[in-house]
Each structure stands twice: as C-alpha cells, then as structure tokens.
C-alpha cells in the first residue's frame, strides 16, 4: 500500500510539471554543390562547411522532451544526382560506443545507429528512411499512415569511421532511391535521428514527442533545394538459381532426387517522378523462409506471415485497407481436395499420381506512386496459370489429367489521397478473374481518416462490398452474385497523457474477402470503448507507464444474437533499468457463445452454439535489458473457467547470448497446456440408428491438449556484406479426447456412450521440424548471392508417444526432405552503366 501511494502522489506530480513547450518546426538549408564529397565516413572536406549544421537534438526516450546528452551536428549537400548527409556523432566516451554487427534491415541491435528521413511531398504522412550502424550495416524501410514497411530496399552509400570524438557518418543517396515532386524549388520533410545505445537514448533533431501521434508529421523542413530532375530510374535483377532436393520416397518408379535450373529477372522502372513499374517475370521463391507449421483445430483458416520479396516490398498502399492477402497468389488450388472426374469413363477406382500443392505465378506488376497533389495510385496484377493433378484409372490403366485451379488474374487497384492534418481517404479494390468454369470475386473497399488540427483527435470510417459470381450451382444461363457487406467508425482523443477511444465494426453472414484477402470469420458484431492514461516521462522507479481500461460486447450479425461481454485492464511500464513488464487482465463475467465451432449452419447462417462459461484470463511478460550480453523474454498466462473446471495455461521463455559482436543465438521454448479443453468432434452416420431427434447432431469432445516448440535462431555477421543465418524449429501439438459430447440447442453438451466415426473425433499427434540455414554475401550495391540448406519434415501420422522427447526422436527418423539452393541475384543500374560507358 504503502508504494502504491508513492507512485500515485509520483504521477500527481508529473501531471503537474507536464506541461510542453510551444512545438517548434526546425529547418535546414540543403547547399548544392559541384563537388560531391568523397565517402570516407568522415566529413572533414572544405565542402561540408558550405552547408550549415543541424544540432540540439532532443530526447523521446528515455526522457521524452529532454535534450540529449550527447551533441550531433548533421549537414546536407545535394548535385544533380544525389543528395548527401554527414553527422558528427560526438560522444565523451568514445571506447563505450557499442557496434554488435548485424544482418542488413536487421533493426535496432547493440550498437549506435544514426539515420535521415525524408518526407519529400511533404503530406507529413509518408517518408523515405535510412539507417546505418556504427559497424556500418544499413537499414532502410518506408514509413506510411498504415506503419513501416521494413521490407522495402533501396540502393545508397554509406560510410562510418570511428575517432576520438565519437563516430561520424557519410551517406550518399541517388534520387533512383527516393521520389519528390516535379518542381523547381522544393521544401522537404526531414528529420534526423540519433540512438545513443548504452543509453538506450533516442534522440531526434525535430523532437518527436511520445505523447503526440505520428511521426512523419513532426518532422522538420530541409530548404534550399532547386533545380532537380529525376532521373531515368531503370534497373535490371537477373537471377539464376539451382537447386538439388532428395526425399526418400521408397517406391521404384519414383525417383529421390530432383535437380531443377531456373532463371528470371524482376525490373524497375520509373515511369516519370513520381511512379515506378515494378515486374518480376519467372520468379523464384524456393528460398523463402519456412513455414511455422502448427496444428490447426479452430474452424478457421491459419495465417502465415509473407516471406517473398517481390510480395512484401513496395506494397504499403495494397496492403492498406486490410483487403490484400499476398499468400492467395501461388496458394493451394482451389480444387485442391476435390478432384473431379468422369467416373464413368475412369470408373471410381483411381489412383492420384501428382496433385501440385500450390499454383505457378507466371508474372506479377506493380506500379505505385505519389502525385504533387498527394494522391497515391496503386496498381497491382498477377497471373497463375492451370494446374492439374495427374490420376490413374485402376480400371483401365489410363492415365489422365484433373483441372484443379484454372488460369487465374489478380488484380487490386488502390487511390490514397492524403488531407490535411495527416487525414487521407483510400478508395480499394480488389479482382480475382479465373478462367471459365469457377469463380470470381470482386471486394471494394473505401475507407478515411480524419485528424483535427492539433493532430489529438482521430475520427476512422471505413466500408466494404464483397461480391462473388456464380459460385455455387448455378442454373445454365443465369448469373447468381453474392453480396457482403462491412463497415466500421472509430472515434477517440489519439495523443496526450489522456486518450479514449470508441469502435464499431459490423460484418455481414455473407461478407467474404478470401479470394484476395484474409478473414477469419464474418457475420459479427463488435463494440469497443477504452480509456487510457500514459505517462511519457521518466518518474519514481519508471521511465514510462502505459495504462488502459475498456470493455469490449460482440454478438453475431445475423441472427443478432449475444456472443460475449469482456472487460479488460492492461498496463505496461518500463524502469530506469530498461526492465520492460506488462499484464492484461480479461474479465468475463457472464456465460458467452461460440457459434463457429459448431460448424453447423442453415442457408449460411450458424443455427448452433456452444457454450462457454464466465470466467478470466490473465497474461503477462517480462523482458530484460538487451544491452547485456545475456537478456531474457518471459511470457505467461492463464485461462479459468469454474463452471467447467477449465485451467488453461502458457508459458513462454526466450533467452538471448550475444556472445561477441559478430554471434548472436535466441531460444525461444513455449508450452501451452488446457487439460479440459472443449472442441468439434464432428458429426455421425449413427445419429438416426441411435434415435437422435436432431439430423443435424453436432458432437463436441473434451479433450487434453499439449503444445510444446522449440526454436533456435543463431546470426554469425562476418561483416556488414556477409552473415550465415540458421533457424531451427520443432513444433509438437497433441490433442487427445478424455469423453464425448452431443451439443444441445442451449449451448450445453450431454454425455455420449460411443465414440463418434468422424474423423474429427481421432486424437491428433503432429510434429513438424524445419531447418533454415542460409548464407548471404552482398558482394556489390543490390547484388547478393545466397546459399541455402533447408531441411523438413511434416508428419502428423507418427506414432503417438506421451514425451516430447520421444515425438522429437520419431520425428528426426521420419522421412525428410532436403533441399540445397544456390542462387545469384545481379543488380544493375541504368545510371551506373550511362557514367561506365562515359567514362570508357
């Protein structure tokens, strides 16, 4: 008691000091020049004392608001090809300057970064951002309305040295790599950028303020600037790969090994100032990071993260209406499960030969960009081709061929004006076309933000319409199209010590974007309100405090039914001693109603519930100071439901060595445990042969489930070019059914005396073990090569075994693939190759 008063009367007090200084935009003068200064990483050349400095950064962490306590100068230069920045990163201590290696867009590690932004349209919502550490490792990423798009690369120089003073930068970056209007005299959004690590201390020149959203729109100006053109921005990627795989297949007519040759090229091209055409014509993605693989018992469709370039690049518009799933292209065929032939031509006795598990992208586009008047157009397309899956006819020894995903267009077309205030409204959409015979789909989507003035109070609407063509039965000569419908409205106080927020969202029992988008289910009805209060500056023991109270109701939209009340409480801090914790309370005080596990519905419409009792959930983490060479990840929690004796709990540790500044390994061990655990055992052909009254009986199980994964993930950086990178997982889930349940109208479950034929009434024991190892070495701007050993094996039919240790071993013993990749990736730059010929 004694501390909670202290920290009250701690909090009083900074209300009452927090009072902030009248915002100040500061500005730069960009100085052009003749000479372009050489890349040394020290700017001592006569020519960056043309160029006024940049100084008196400012603090937003740990001590939001507070100058920061070393002193950086920055200066800008710019000629008719590229812009320069230098820093001076002065530091009294210059043997304390830490610079842990790490591999390119690694993000934040032990070392001292520096990086420039650059906000060229001034809209104050979109910036170009580049990084570089004090081991000389660049990272570079877009920052946009929707958040940072880590994804997107550039091609720059950069250089840093090490001195008595501290560190220094130069970076040289090509207007091939950034966008800006086409005018004479420009004025761009800039802001500079310091991360002092031992500190844990970010400091910016234009302070960023914690307690105001946003980040681009507190930038400051760099003035000066006349006289540019964009050059032809035209580059070439050529690649070619190989790759050998071995599976032991153990049949005689089917061969273990497979060797495969494949060569393509992805292109850019600006076609004027503002827009580029992005294309990749034979692409490859057999080097793409695995799959975490888990087994899925929920009703609903696991998601898995996007690991191709091509797809994670450049599409911060496409991505931001939430209607734009890149995974659907390339996916499973759509008739993947259901092959369907001329029985009576084959007769039913068939044999599948090859049934691909995924479609072959033939070519995509981009072409994205930003108008002087800050309207963002974005255009994507992809073409599948037919896929087939090969059977054999037992009956007659034919072999033949099924179509089980035609030729198939993906289309997604996206406008983005933005507003004053750091407000845009966003028109979307979305087309997938397939050839004739299935489908097609078609979602439209607008969607706005509106900020006040003072950038404090935030009003979101958005509305979408799905539609889908003919799919289904549908009578010769007749269309049929099926329409859905979503639409959601926030509105809260979104910067300041004090904030609220209020959400709607609805979407309909038809409402479907999964053609070309994700959804985990539709036909909901939710409302959210919350207050919070956080504190930004450091006080008593904390350098932050971060709370929130709200409650949150959700119901189906049709029928509008009650689903589930929750209040929750979270809260999150951070010491002196960068020790970060945090815990959400859920509270659920009355019964709620799952009515998508059933999996049971009428004309589209779920007409089953399954019941789940009040009860509440608590989880919590713990996170140590990275700055050490040993820190470590805890996260736990809880689930507990009286009623039906239900005690489900988590736990997670992930410990991190960083065993020099060239090695880093990271464990991380989960283990997930509900003993009483209650879900869809499926359904019977026995129902009418036990004089069940329902036809439509729903059986539900209790059951036992275990959850165990291990992941290793090790980073050797040789140095800022090259770095082998390994990833090892092994994830193990078993679930294991105790008794039987048949559902009733009210939710509730009574005991059955037989176990049900269902498929989904079997224990599950899956196992999936993946290695990643991959070496890269960029040995030129753009240009890598990369050597890669994967190695997988996904089993779900092992002998159950109670141990995790005895999965494991059966797992390693099970039949593995093997894949070995050596891929060269060759940039070339239409700039670099007119000076090479001038020069020659």
């Known amino acids: ?88 990163l002065f530091d009294t201590a210059p043997d304390s300057i830490l610079s842990q290696l790490s591999a390119r867009d690694g993000g934040q590690v032990n070392a001292d970064m520096f990086g420039v932004y650059f906000d060229t349209y001034q809209d104050k919502q979109n910036a170009f951002g580049f990084e570089v550490s004090t081991a000389g490792v660049q990272t570079d990423f877009k920052a946009t309305s929707n958040g940072d798009q880590r994804s997107w690369d550039a091609v720059w120089q950069s250089m840093v040295a090490r001195h008595p003073q501290g ?68 580059s070439l990627m050529p690649y070619l790969s190989g790759y050998l795989d071995h599976y032991p297949h153990d049949e005689p007519e089917k061969k273990d090994f497979k060797t495969t040759v494949n060569g393509g090229m992805d292109i850019k091209y600006g076609i004027n100032d503002a827009f580029t055409l992005d294309m990749t014509l034979i692409p490859d993605f057999g080097q793409t990071q695995s799959d975490a693989q888990v087994l899925n018992l929920s009703p609903f469709e696991v998601r898995f993260n996007e690991n191709r370039q091509f797809f994670t690049e450049g599409t911060e518009l496409f991505n931001k209406a939430g209607l734009f799933y890149s995974r659907r292209i390339g996916a499973e065929p759509l008739n993947y499960n259901n092959l369907t032939y001329d029985k ?104 706005t933000k509106l900020t006040n003035k003072k950038n404090s109070y935030t009003l979101n609407l958005s509305g979408n319409l799905s539609q889908k063509y003919n799919k289904g039965e549908v009578p010769v000569g007749t269309d049929k199209v099926e329409l859905g419908h979503m639409y959601s409205g926030s509105f809260g106080k979104t910067s300041g010590n004090f904030q609220f927020r209020l959400r709607h969202t609805a979407e309909s029992h038809t409402y479907d974007i999964n053609d070309l988008g994700y959804l985990g289910n539709n036909n909901s009805r939710e409302t959210q309100a919350y207050v919070a209060y956080n504190v930004y500056k450091p006080f008593w023991k904390l350098n932050n405090l971060y709370n929130a109270l709200g409650v949150q109701h959700r119901m189906l939209y049709k029928p509008a039914k009650f689903a589930q009340l929750a209040y929750f409480l979270e809260t999150n801090a951070t010491t002196k001693k960068f020790l970060s914790f945090g815990s959400t309370f859920v509270w659920l005080p009355k019964d709620g109603y799952d009515y998508f596990e059933p999996r049971s519905k009428q004309d589209g419409v779920p007409d089953r519930k399954w019941r789940k009792p009040a009860g509440w959930e608590v989880n919590s983490y713990v996170s140590s100071d990275y700055r050490k060479k040993l820190a470590v990840d805890v996260n736990f929690g809880f689930y507990i439901a009286p009623e039906y004796d239900q005690f489900d709990k988590w736990v997670g540790v992930s410990p991190r060595v960083r065993v020099n500044d060239h090695l880093q390994l990271v464990y991380k061990l989960n283990y997930n445990h509900a003993p009483r655990d209650f879900g869809f055992a ?73 176990r049900p034929k269902s498929g989904w009434a079997k224990d599950r024991n899956f196992n999936a073990f993946n ?70």
């Open 167 to 234: 560190w220094s930068v130069e970076m040289r970056i090509p207007y091939s790599a950034i966008r800006f209007p086409k005018k004479d005299v420009q004025t761009w959004g800039i802001n500079f950028w310091r991360s002092t690590r031992r500190f844990r201390e970010d400091a910016f020149w234009n302070f960023v303020d914690n307690s105001v959203q946003g980040f681009v729109n507190q930038f400051g100006e760099a003035t000066g600037i006349s006289g540019l053109k964009a050059p032809l921005r035209l």
């Open 1 to 88: 008691m004694k501390y909670a008063c202290l920290l009250f009367l701690c909090i009083c007090s900074t209300l009452l000091s927090y009072a902030q200084a009248p915002k100040v935009t500061k500005q730069i003068t960009a100085v052009r020049t003749t000479t372009p200064p050489k890349l040394d990483g020290l700017p001592d050349e006569d020519v960056w004392k043309l160029a006024p400095p940049g100084t008196d950064f400012i603090q937003n962490n740990p001590a939001n608001g507070s100058p920061a306590r070393q002193r950086t100068e920055v200066r800008l230069l710019y000629d008719d090809e590229a812009v320069y920045v230098s820093a001076m």
């Open 682 to 754: 499926g359904n019977d052909s026995l129902y009418e042969a036990r004089k069940i009254s329902r036809v439509d009986s729903v059986f539900f199980g209790q059951r036992v489930v275990k959850t165990v994964s291990n992941t290793v993930t090790g980073t050797y950086i040789f140095n800022a070019r090259t770095a082998l990178n390994i990833n090892l997982r092994h994830y193990w889930s078993n679930a294991s059914f105790d008794r039987y349940l048949l559902l009733q109208e009210d939710g509730n479950g009574t005991q059955l005396e037989y």
């Open 344 to 447: 009576q031509r084959y007769g039913k006795d068939v044999e599948v030969l090859e049934n691909p598990e995924k479609t072959s992208l033939v070519n995509a586009t981009k072409l994205s960009g930003r108008t002087n008047k800050g309207l963002g157009i974005g255009l994507f397309n992809a073409v599948t081709r037919n896929t087939y899956a090969t059977l054999r006819s037992n009956e007659t020894q034919e072999e033949f061929e099924v179509l089980t995903d035609p030729v198939t267009n993906y289309n997604v077309l996206v406008l983005d004006q933005s507003l004053p205030y750091s407000s845009y409204v966003t028109f979307t959409n979305t087309n997938v076309t397939r050839g004739h015979g299935f489908y097609n789909a078609n979602v439209t989507g607008l969607m």
């Open 771 to 840: 290695v990643d190892l991959v070496y890269s070495w960029r040995f030129a701007p753009g240009s890598e090569v990369s050597v890669v050993w994967k190695n997988a094996i996904f089993d779900s039919a092992l002998p159950e075994r109670p141990s995790y240790f005895l999965n494991l071993r059966n797992t390693l013993q099970a039949k593995q693939l093997n894949n070995f990749s050596v891929k060269v990736l060759y940039y070339l730059d239409y700039q670099v190759l007119k000076r090479a010929l001038k020069r020659s």
